[in-house]
């Protein structure tokens, strides 16, 4: 019946769910340990640092001093030129301040000033590879244009933006924005991920779940599709959802949700469905919509401030 998911998606779904259920409840993996403490030596510079970062090389994604590259196993290559930021000068505060001391007790020093202080992305290093977080692989084939396609139907527009950095994929209801050097297989995860924001978040239909709610959702709802075009998700799934504070409770809380989205995806992509052309499933929808078994244009009335949802691990910057 149309609008009703078929046997194997639903069956693919339940199985996909079950297994990342079981990823959460072992807690995080290896990858994502080694990932976070990695991460965690990154110092977490002020907004006027980042603006001066990215003045002098915009590209740049992560940024340290030369000792904390050394500290990785890496060094500095050769003729590289330093990236610009202030640092503050820490000094010991007087003891003739009582009246500060008696507020501020529990802090001994004070920010003096500040110096010039040089850092430097890790493009211009080399040396010991950093820890990475977990990755889905796998050739998606053509799965990727089929996916595209059911996108498009939704009357929602994918670009390649480069800008968008470190985010993977940005969504922000009726444009969904990846970057351009994704692997094949991470450029459809991501695109599900992004996808699912769309039909999930970005509508008129109540209050907007928490952010822990939302990325739990997004990346259950890609775990599920990669599952079921047979690529290879690692632990990425569970370790994102970890990142955001999810966990079995978080997932099972929105399995209703997620298997309804996923199934409504892979029954569309899958060899078993074949896909109209966006302009005549918009004409179909228009025609008979009581019958519509997934969101279009006109039905995804997005809020006009609409929140931009991102993708990209979160370790205290910006989102995924």
């Known amino acids: 019946m149309k609008g009703q998911p078929n046997e194997k998606t639903t069956r693919i779904a339940e199985e996909a769910l079950a297994r990342l259920s079981a990823e959460l409840e072992a807690g995080r ?14 110092h977490r510079y002020s907004w006027g640092n980042v603006l001066l970062i990215h003045s002098q090389r915009p590209t740049a994604t992560q940024v340290a001093g030369i000792h904390t590259w050394n500290d990785f196993g890496r060094t500095v290559k050769k003729g590289e030129k330093g990236i610009m930021i202030l640092a503050p000068i820490v000094v010991k505060r007087p003891d003739a301040e009582p009246e500060r001391d008696a507020i501020k007790p529990d802090q001994p020093y004070r920010v003096s000033g ?17 820890p990475e977080f977990a990755k889905t692989t796998g050739e998606p084939k053509d ?14 527009t994918v670009e390649y933006d ?23 297989a991470e450029e459809f995860s991501v695109l599900v991920h992004e996808l699912a924001h769309e039909m999930l978040h970005h509508v008129k239909d109540g209050p907007r779940p928490p952010k822990v709610v939302c990325e739990t959702q997004a990346e259950a709802v890609a775990f599920v599709v990669c599952r079921g075009i047979g690529l290879e998700t690692n632990n990425a799934a569970a370790d994102y959802i970890a990142l955001y504070n999810g966990d079995k409770n978080t997932l099972a809380e929105s399995l209703s ?18 896909l109209p052309a966006p302009r005549m499933e918009a004409a179909a929808q228009r025609e008979s919509s009581a019958n519509q078994d997934r969101p279009s244009s006109q039905t995804l009335e997005l809020a006009a401030n609409a929140q931009t949802e991102t993708r990209t691990p979160d370790i205290g910057g910006p989102d995924r």
């Open 162 to 184: 480069s800008s968008i950095g470190p985010a993977q994929g940005l969504s922000s209801g009726g444009r969904i924005r990846l970057k351009p050097d994704l692997s094949h």
């Open 29 to 42: 993996s290896d990858s994502l340990t080694n990932y976070l403490e990695a991460m965690g030596r990154f």
């Open 143 to 156: 799965y990727t244009e089929k996916l595209k396609t059911f996108v498009a139907n939704q009357g929602i």
């Open 257 to 274: 949700a997620i298997q309804a989205t996923s199934t409504k995806i892979l029954d569309q992509i899958l060899p078993e469905r074949s």
């Open 114 to 130: 500040f110096r010039t202080a040089y850092v430097f992305d890790v493009a211009q290093t080399e040396g010991k590879a950093l």
